[in-house]
């Protein structure tokens, strides 16, 4: 995974000797792609959880499964050592 910075020094090869430029399209390639909402926004990812509602949505899920039991299909034939 290439960090925003090297991705526009590869894209916008030619702005490399200009730091203000370079800054202007770092900033620019952050808001447009590295940014959870955007990813989001586009379907790519489900949902984006809050640093502070991290804790309750584990605990939740893992209520849900608290009594889940999982159910093996029979088995038909044995695997016979050939």
């Known amino acids: 995974v290439m ?3 090297g991705a526009t020094e590869i894209i916008h090869r030619a702005d490399l000797g200009d730091a203000e430029k370079t800054a202007e399209h770092v900033a620019d390639y952050e ?11 586009r379907g790519f990812i489900d949902e ?10 584990v605990s939740r899920a ?5 009594n889940k039991k999982q159910k093996m299909p029979w088995k038909k034939h044995d695997n016979i050592p050939l």
Do not use: C, H, M, Y
């Open 3 to 5: 960090g925003a910075k």
């Open 31 to 41: 808001d447009r792609f590295a940014n959870p909402f955007v990813a989001a926004e």
């Open 48 to 57: 984006v959880i809050q640093p502070r509602s991290t804790r309750k949505r």
């Open 62 to 66: 893992f209520a849900s499964l608290r």
